[in-house]
């Protein structure tokens, strides 16, 4: 093979609405764009760690919409971010224990599957 894969540049979701899309992560999970696309097709965000999480609502012009899921947000206090998901009243779709992580998870506006995630010491 002439290369190698170095890393993930981008992660995120389709939306078909991505106004409503960015108000929802912000609002729910205080993330404020640092690049918005546009048109008003989407936006970027760069968490603290550096990464990179997008909404993209191209109008299936460049890619067809799909719900999608298998991101997960990390996050600095779960018992804090669990209550504050049902203060909000959000529908819980995953809720998940072990002796590993921690998981809670609602569905964005566009029906993607969004997932705070507690990652626990592996020495535990």
């Not at 760069?46 to 993209?56: I, K, Q, S, Y």
Request: glycine letters at 12%; hydrophobic letters at 40%.
């Amino acid at each position: 093979m002439s290369f190698r894969v170095t890393g993930m540049d981008l992660s995120g979701y389709m939306v078909q609405d991505a106004p409503r899309a960015i108000a929802f992560y912000r609002d729910v999970l205080g993330l404020e764009p640092v690049r918005y696309y546009p048109e008003d097709r989407g936006a970027e965000y760069e968490l603290p760690d550096g990464t990179v999480f997008g909404l993209w609502g191209g109008g299936g012009k460049v890619m067809p919409f799909q719900p999608s899921n298998g991101i997960l947000f990390a996050v600095d206090d779960f018992e804090a971010a669990a209550r504050d998901v049902r203060e909000r009243g959000l529908t819980i779709v995953l809720d998940h224990q072990s002796p590993h992580c921690a998981m809670i998870g609602f569905n964005d506006t566009e029906g993607n599957l969004v997932v705070l995630h507690d990652l626990k010491d592996p020495g535990t």
